[in-house]
């Protein structure tokens, strides 16, 4: 028995051999297959499961490629992606921390979100990136 795992490891890794393999990727494209399989047992949303079987032959795709060159730029655009995201939600969580005592702006230019305190009347307020100033009530 042990020897037949030994063998089957050693086919394994022959077989891997040359082949991307598993990266940061692959763990959330699985779980996002599984999401959109459990999500197609709701009425009307059958399709899902289609989707959710094209998202995990991709993540076994990208494992069993040998171009790497293509699986590391898609690596990097989705750190890209996640850290945007983790951004996006921090702020989010910020906002709501400081509710009492800061509010946030958006610039109307260039979108930047700005603070300010709180309670301060009519504000004129100057964006820190592209310097647009604009007056809204704090
Ligand atoms: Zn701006």
New binding site residues.
């Given amino acids: 028995m042990h020897n037949f795992f030994k063998r089957l490891g050693m086919r394994l890794s022959q077989f891997m051999a040359g082949r991307y393999g598993v990266d940061a990727l692959f763990l959330p494209l699985v779980i996002v297959s599984c999401v959109f399989t459990f999500v197609s047992n709701f009425k009307g949303l059958g399709l899902f499961r289609l989707i959710g079987t094209i998202i995990l032959c991709y993540a076994l795709f990208r494992a069993l490629s040998r171009n790497f060159d293509k699986r590391r730029k898609e690596l990097y655009a989705y750190s890209d992606f996640s850290q945007k995201i983790k951004k996006y939600f921090r702020l989010k969580k910020k906002i709501y921390e400081e509710r009492n005592i800061k509010k946030y702006f958006r610039?109307p230019?260039?979108?930047?979100y700005l603070c300010v305190p709180k309670g301060k009347g009519k504000l004129k307020i100057q964006?820190k990136?592209?310097?647009?100033e604009f007056i809204r009530k704090s």
């Avoid at 230019?109 to 930047?112: E, F, G, I, L, V």
């Avoid at 990136?129 to 647009?132: A, D, I, Y």
């Fill in positions: 610039c230019n260039c979108k930047t964006c990136k592209c310097h647009h």
